[in-house]
């Protein structure tokens, strides 16, 4: 096997080694559980402050209002039905979009079953969500609206703090899956004007199994996990310490080297799709570009599915992926291509490309060189494809 | 999640192409759900003389087509008939759960193209 060439960035990230080296003592002789109160506990815990506290100043929030958790999708579970449990006097209806993370709109499906009225506001063919249309949506029922910050498939960037300007108005709580974009963008809770907020530490050169849910003072949200007192009695379950203080130090390496990571991401995303387009014919760009994460290209190909892409690609060393239902165990092609408007037989020929710190413009050209003839080969195996006709695929 | 045959008939597809002037097409599946599959046969004294695909799907998709023309190539066309998706799959050493109903039409899209070339004789 020869070189890998990572380019699933948005998936998940190689932990940095610094952080692997900060968490080791966690794991080995210092496994002392913080919840205890002899000394070796008391280290731990105070390891927990100093992450908190760390984290907290990355993202403008008070440590007491960090909430470590296992990652983002619990993060994401405890915002929603937490947020729905305790406000239930208040009302039962949420507002979402269409193109959230199914950590956020499986728990909403999941509250639709048991009696809350669920608003998805619709995305542009860019896949933004107008923050009037979410002015609309409110009602004096409402409880909780949630909108990610970027997209995970397409990299989009919303309009969070106008957004937030339009909750705030209203009363009404503000949640942001940030999972895409922690350590990425400059965040601060806020500027973006939410009251929850979730991340995940693997998204960010931090280890796996780890995240938080960021909670303003004051915000009621019933415990999704019971049976310990950690976290100020919210979230229950020894802390995974190691992780903490990885989450920490993946975070505070990640903000001092954001800027300079997303020009250079920019620059080599921007080169892939000059080259991309330059080299396949009937190739096309997925979401918008000017609201978008520096690291994320995502691109549709007529004729071909996007499976048999990431398997060819596979054999070149390069690891990207699809918004195929084939790669999603499901039947549908993704539900964020779909809400852009982009028709199902066309989502399944979609790639999704994500940077990181590894790539090179080496690797960028190795793809735009190897990519073309992958084309070419699927279309010439595909029965939708016919080279000399304008139409390219049949509808 | 494939196995090694899987894979290896997904990079060297057998029979993939076009027959010209076929004497039987079947198409089966559907872009919508991201598999597609077209089939042309050249039968002689009733048995499948050449037999060539093209398919737009998954590996599981590519790779089930592959083995369904050599499986079926040389074969009389009620044996040919006798092959399943369930058979295709089994000479593959089996596919993935979530591959077994959307990408195993391979058999299927046989079938059509015999159908389609029995069609025609009989309306001659």
């Known amino acids: 096997m020869g070189r890998v060439i990572y380019l699933d960035h948005a998936s998940t990230t190689p932990t940095d080694p610094e952080v692997v080296e900060v968490m080791r003592p966690w794991l080995a002789e210092q496994f002392g559980n913080p919840s205890t109160v002899y000394s070796l506990g008391v280290a731990a815990a105070k390891a927990l402050q100093d992450a908190r506290e760390s984290i907290a100043a990355c993202i403008g929030a008070e440590p007491e209002e ?9 993060a994401d579970n405890w915002a929603i ?58 009602r004096p029922d409402t409880v909780l609206v949630s909108i990610m910050h ?30 895409q974009t922690v350590g990425k963008l400059p965040l601060d809770v806020n500027e973006l004007g939410v009251d929850l907020l979730s991340m995940s530490a693997h998204k960010f050169y931090g280890p796996k199994g780890v995240g938080l849910l960021y909670l303003r003072k004051r915000t009621r949200v019933s415990p999704l996990l019971h049976g310990g007192n950690q976290e100020n009695g919210r979230r229950a379950g020894t802390h995974n310490v190691p992780g903490i203080v990885g989450m920490a130090k993946a975070l505070e390496l990640a903000t001092a080297r ?12 921007n080169r892939l799709w000059e080259g991309l387009s330059a080299n396949i014919e009937a190739v096309h760009l997925n979401g918008d570009m000017a609201h978008r994460l520096p690291s994320n290209l995502n691109v549709r190909l007529d004729g071909i599915e996007g499976e048999s892409m990431i398997l060819m690609l596979d054999m070149e060393g390069i690891c990207v992926s699809s918004g195929s239902a084939c790669t999603t165990g499901s039947l549908d092609p993704s539900h964020v291509l779909l809400a852009l408007g982009i028709p199902a037989e066309h989502a399944h020929g979609s790639l999704r490309i994500t940077l990181g710190r590894s790539t090179t413009a080496e690797d960028i050209d190795f793809f735009i060189k190897v990519f073309p003839p992958i084309v070419a080969r699927l279309r010439e195996m595909s029965p939708v494809w016919c080279a000399n006709c304008a139409c390219k695929q049949r509808n | ?33 991201g598999d597609m599959m077209r089939i042309t046969i050249k039968v002689k004294d009733d048995v499948l003389e050449d037999i060539k695909f093209q398919t737009l799907g998954c590996g599981a998709a590519v790779a089930t087509s592959s083995m369904v023309t050599e499986m079926a190539k040389g074969k009389k066309l009620d044996e040919a008939l006798e092959i399943t998706n369930k058979a295709v799959a089994e000479a593959l050493g089996g596919l993935p759960p979530a591959k077994m109903h959307c990408s195993n039409l391979a058999a299927d899209g046989l079938r059509a193209a015999i159908d389609d070339y029995r069609a025609r004789q009989n309306a001659r």
């Open chain 2, 1 to 33: 999640m494939y196995s090694e045959l899987v894979m290896e008939h997904f990079r060297n597809p057998r029979n993939m192409g076009v027959i010209e002037d076929a004497d039987g097409v079947g198409e089966v599946g559907n872009p919508v759900c």
């Open chain 1, 150 to 179: 970027a997209n995970n498939e397409i990299g989009t960037i919303e309009p969070i703090d106008e957004i937030g300007r339009v909750t705030r108005e209203a009363g009404v709580l503000f949640h942001t899956d940030a999972v």
């Open chain 1, 81 to 138: 039905l937490g947020t729905a449990d305790a406000h239930q006097k208040k009302g039962r209806h949420l507002i979402t979009s269409t193109i959230e993370h199914h950590a956020v709109l499986e728990p909403m499906e999941y509250l639709e079953k048991h009696g809350c009225e669920i608003t998805h506001v619709p995305v542009d063919a860019g896949g933004l969500v107008d923050p009037d249309d979410v002015r609309r949506a409110l």
């Open chain 1, 66 to 74: 960090i909430y470590f958790t296992s990652g983002g999708t619990e």
């Open chain 1, 258 to 269: 954001m800027a300079e990571d997303g020009v250079r991401e920019a620059v080599l995303r």
